[in-house]
């Protein structure tokens, strides 16, 4: 994590004190007895919000996922709250002290290493026993790598549908691929650098080789990278250069076509293959008979296809 060089790390808290926005977030209403789930950073520093950095002034502790890697942040911006680990293995138990001391009042952050709590990281546990002791619970929006991948994909669906972590396991991985292979929606994975390569693997053992599949590495780090290509390339482009099995991955997926798109992949495949042995006009018969898409349209897209193969 870094901060830009013009703003030195010592001098971040004396800065933001003198934004005149700062005033603003002291006049909100900041409840006692809460819990506040407080998304951070996913890499630069800097995409903390001022919000964030408000609540995180004011809390009585911050729970958080490691408390090395909370303490550097909060150090960053000149912050030193108690930290209480809150990770996958003492979520319940943890989860019994935090009540206990919001039902005395305090006020409590929740923090993950990177990004928003309880969005494939520790959290979702503590946040289910706050709600049902009937404490209140108070989101922080901020940085998540799947909408930051999302929005530089280019990928264009009006709906993702976010799976997270596959398993390490192969059986298991693909077991869970299958199920996926119907999904409009455009598919949102993480992945860890050590596995990239076998989820690669995977997807385009599961999937059809022209689906666009958009890899994002190190996102807002120094090193960030974001390639798009079918998936059938995806290895090759992986194997290439060995800085492309670091750093952690947001893996998109484009969805399935939609069923009038199948008919017409279908049509063109079929195409193709009547154009080796009959003309243009009897491949376009034949296959307007076989799949029940219009003749003209058909003969249209053979005689492009003819082009395209210089013949």
């Keep these: 994590m870094t901060v830009p060089e013009s703003v030195p790390a ?33 890499g630069n520093v800097t995409d903390i919000s001022l919000r964030a ?24 911006f000149g912050l030193h709250q108690p930290l209480i680990a809150a990770h996958q293995h003492n979520e319940r138990e943890v989860a019994e002290t935090l009540i206990a ?17 309880a969005v494939s990281d520790p959290g979702a546990r ?18 998540s790598a799947a909408v930051t991948a999302l929005s530089a994909s280019g990928l264009v669906n009006d709906q993702f549908y976010f799976v997270g972590f596959l398993p390490a396991k192969a059986k298991q991985r693909e077991n869970v691929l299958q199920t996926l292979r119907a999904v409009t929606a ?3 994975f993480y992945e860890a650098p050590h596995r990239i ?42 194997k290439a250069d060995p800085h492309r099995e670091k750093g952690e991955f947001v893996v998109l997926l484009a969805g399935a076509p939609a069923a009038e798109e199948e008919q017409d992949l ?32 058909l003969y249209d897209r053979a005689l492009q296809m003819k082009a395209e193969d210089g013949q």
């Excluded at 950095?53 to 960053?76: F, G, I, K, P, Y």
């Excluded at 293959?273 to 219009?294: D, F, H, M, P």
Aim: hydrophobic share 50%; charged share 20%.
């Design 126 to 143: 503590i946040v289910d026993a706050v709600r049902a002791a009937g404490l209140r619970v108070l989101p922080l929006p901020g940085a």
């Design 10 to 42: 010592s001098n971040v808290a004396n800065v933001l004190a003198n934004l005149p926005v700062m005033g603003d977030l002291a006049h909100q209403s900041y409840p006692s007895a809460t819990l506040y789930v407080v998304a951070t950073p996913i």
């Design 53 to 76: 950095l408000h609540v995180l002034s004011l809390v009585n502790a911050v729970a958080c996922e490691d408390t090395r890697n909370t303490a550097q942040l909060m150090t960053r």
């Design 186 to 188: 455009t598919l949102v």
């Design 101 to 117: 001391r919001l039902q005395a009042g305090e006020r409590i952050a929740l923090v993950s290493d990177a990004g928003t709590p």
């Design 197 to 238: 390569l076998d989820c690669a693997a995977a997807l385009a053992a599961v999937f059809e080789p022209q689906r666009v599949v958009v890899f994002a590495r190190e996102l807002t780090k120094m090193f960030e990278e974001i390639h798009r290509c079918p998936l059938s390339e995806a290895e090759a482009w992986i």
């Design 266 to 297: 279908e049509a063109e495949r079929i195409l193709k293959i009547l154009l080796t042995e009959c003309s243009v006009k009897q491949a376009a018969n034949l296959a307007a008979q076989i799949t029940g898409r219009k003749k003209n349209a």
